[in-house]
């Protein structure tokens, strides 16, 4: 049984969002935390600007979701020291088909802010390789997540929902060309990641040249400003920086703000009357939060950008049916081969008492081959065993399969569970 907790920009304000944003540091120790409190068999993170999504797996506990989900909440505020209700920032989702369709179609992008958008599919890729690398995943959640980077890529290759390089940093560079005449504006990008990137390709791409970058690892700032053909700026002088620039774009992983309320009052006292756009595409914000009486001060974040998202979905409503399509062809066989594997145990529990029986009655041994172990031929009655063994086993693993809706039907595999398996 697998289970999905999300906390994203659909329930949940930036405000909430950046509290539960995971490391991946936090999220090996989150875990094992879950793995101690809650006997969870996996666990994958993915955790960006706009969503923290909580996938877990949990076998043998049909019809304990509930306990589990509430089990989960539990440790997740306790393990970001959230005091107040969680709740209704939370969407929550149980069962393969429910979490699986999910994941399909944020992978796909259907589930974006920006329809369509191609980031997510790396970002998904990359929780479940760091998942996968640090041996938090369990069988269910391994083949789903393979399964999904397959069916999104099938469905970015045979739609046009992902046509046009839109993403949160086009829908950016977008509002802030609309405030600014960008060509005579000086711009700091501040980070050298993914969304630093898509920022940077926007604003060349509106032949934008006067960009400079600064970052916390000179290294990786120094490549960055190399590969796009940027000046770099020292990251220790971030504030003095902020004196000459007429837009800052800050896309960095910082887990605190690295701007205050009295650095930027003092920055815009030195600058007097000029004026300064500063866009925040950072979550967990790197920008403090209460910055509307700064005269002067223009400051934007991602939840400011859902007016242009809202255009740019309608633009790409025409594909979703399309996408959703592809998506249900992936997701019925995902479906089918998790819900069978509910009936895993009950059919190796049938198999096991039947061969007991046999054996413990007949004295042969039941091995589906004709010869014995010491090398010699078995007796006749040994291998009529073994056809009675495979023809009745084979049967009832049939009609269970069949009595269960091969594993979907819940209340059907509670009664199949309490007939067949061992007692615990």
């Given at each position: 049984?697998?289970g999905?907790?999300?906390?994203?920009?659909r329930?949940s304000?930036i405000?909430i969002?950046?509290?539960?944003?995971?490391?991946d540091e936090?999220?090996i120790?989150?875990?094992?935390?879950?793995?101690?409190?809650?006997?969870?068999?996996?666990?994958?993170?993915?955790?960006?600007?706009?969503r923290?999504?909580?996938?877990y797996?949990?076998?043998?506990?049909?019809?304990?979701?509930?306990?589990?989900?509430?089990l989960i909440?539990?440790c997740?505020?306790?393990?970001?020291?959230?005091?107040?209700?969680?709740?209704?920032?939370?969407?929550?989702?149980?069962?393969?088909l429910?979490?699986s369709?999910?994941l399909?179609?944020l992978?796909?992008?259907?589930?974006s802010?920006?329809v369509?958008e191609?980031?997510?599919?790396?970002?998904?890729?990359?929780a479940?390789?760091?998942?996968?690398?640090?041996?938090?995943?369990?069988?269910?959640?391994?083949?789903?997540?393979?399964?999904s980077?397959?069916?999104?890529?099938?469905?970015?290759?045979?739609?046009?929902?992902?046509?046009?390089?839109?993403?949160?940093?086009?829908?950016?560079?977008?509002?802030?060309?609309k405030?600014?005449?960008l060509?005579k504006?000086?711009?700091l990008?501040?980070?050298?990641?993914?969304?630093?990137?898509?920022s940077?390709?926007?604003?060349?791409n509106k032949?934008?040249?006067n960009?400079?970058?600064?970052?916390?690892?000179?290294k990786?700032?120094?490549?960055?400003a190399?590969?796009?053909?940027?000046?770099?700026?020292p990251?220790?002088?971030?504030?003095?920086?902020l004196?000459?620039?007429?837009v800052?774009?800050?896309?960095?992983?910082?887990?605190?703000?690295?701007?205050?309320r009295?650095?930027?009052?003092?920055?815009?006292?030195?600058?007097?009357?000029?004026?300064?756009?500063?866009v925040?595409?950072?979550?967990?914000r790197n920008?403090?939060?209460?910055?509307?009486?700064i005269?002067?001060?223009?400051?934007?974040?991602?939840d400011?950008?859902?007016?242009?998202?809202?255009?740019?979905?309608n633009?790409?409503?025409?594909?979703?049916?399309?996408?959703?399509?592809?998506?249900?062809?992936?997701?019925?066989?995902?479906?089918?081969?998790?819900?069978?594997?509910?009936?895993r145990?009950s059919?190796?529990?049938?198999k096991?008492?039947?061969k007991?029986?046999?054996?413990?009655?007949?004295?042969?041994?039941?091995n589906?081959?004709?010869v014995?172990?010491d090398?010699?031929?078995?007796?006749d009655l040994?291998?009529?065993?073994?056809?009675v063994?495979s023809?009745?086993s084979?049967?009832?693993?049939?009609?269970?399969?069949v009595?269960?809706?091969?594993?979907?039907?819940?209340?059907?595999l509670?009664?199949?569970?309490?007939?067949?398996?061992?007692?615990q």
């Amino acid at each position: 049984m697998i289970g999905l907790i999300s906390i994203n920009y659909r329930t949940s304000p930036i405000e909430i969002r950046e509290k539960f944003f995971f490391q991946d540091e936090e999220k090996i120790k989150f875990n094992q935390l879950l793995v101690k409190e809650c006997a969870i068999d996996g666990l994958v993170v993915i955790s960006t600007c706009n969503r923290t999504e909580i996938y877990y797996e949990f076998e043998n506990h049909i019809g304990e979701e509930k306990r589990i989900f509430h089990l989960i909440m539990k440790c997740l505020v306790e393990f970001k020291h959230y005091p107040e209700g969680l709740s209704p920032y939370v969407s929550k989702k149980h069962g393969s088909l429910n979490v699986s369709r999910h994941l399909f179609r944020l992978i796909s992008g259907l589930e974006s802010m920006i329809v369509g958008e191609f980031q997510i599919y790396d970002q998904v890729k990359e929780a479940f390789y760091f998942a996968q690398k640090n041996k938090m995943l369990g069988p269910i959640l391994d083949r789903m997540f393979q399964k999904s980077i397959e069916t999104g890529k099938f469905v970015r290759s045979n739609t046009s929902i992902g046509k046009g390089a839109i993403s949160v940093s086009y829908a950016a560079v977008e509002i802030i060309s609309k405030k600014y005449n960008l060509e005579k504006s000086k711009i700091l990008c501040v980070g050298a990641g993914e969304t630093s990137k898509l920022s940077v390709k926007h604003l060349l791409n509106k032949n934008i040249k006067n960009i400079s970058v600064t970052n916390r690892n000179k290294k990786r700032g120094d490549q960055f400003a190399h590969k796009f053909g940027l000046d770099v700026l020292p990251f220790k002088g971030l504030l003095e920086n902020l004196l000459s620039v007429d837009v800052a774009i800050f896309c960095t992983s910082s887990s605190s703000p690295l701007i205050s309320r009295e650095d930027l009052l003092n920055i815009m006292k030195k600058r007097k009357d000029q004026k300064l756009l500063i866009v925040d595409l950072s979550v967990p914000r790197n920008i403090e939060a209460d910055m509307s009486e700064i005269d002067g001060l223009d400051l934007i974040n991602v939840d400011g950008l859902k007016d242009i998202v809202n255009k740019n979905y309608n633009k790409r409503k025409a594909e979703i049916n399309k996408a959703q399509l592809l998506i249900d062809e992936y997701l019925t066989e995902f479906d089918e081969w998790a819900s069978s594997r509910q009936l895993r145990p009950s059919i190796l529990s049938i198999k096991s008492k039947i061969k007991n029986l046999i054996e413990n009655n007949y004295k042969v041994e039941l091995n589906g081959s004709l010869v014995s172990k010491d090398g010699g031929k078995k007796s006749d009655l040994g291998i009529k065993m073994n056809k009675v063994y495979s023809k009745l086993s084979d049967h009832l693993v049939r009609k269970i399969r069949v009595a269960s809706n091969n594993g979907k039907d819940k209340n059907a595999l509670k009664i199949i569970k309490k007939i067949f398996e061992d007692d615990q």
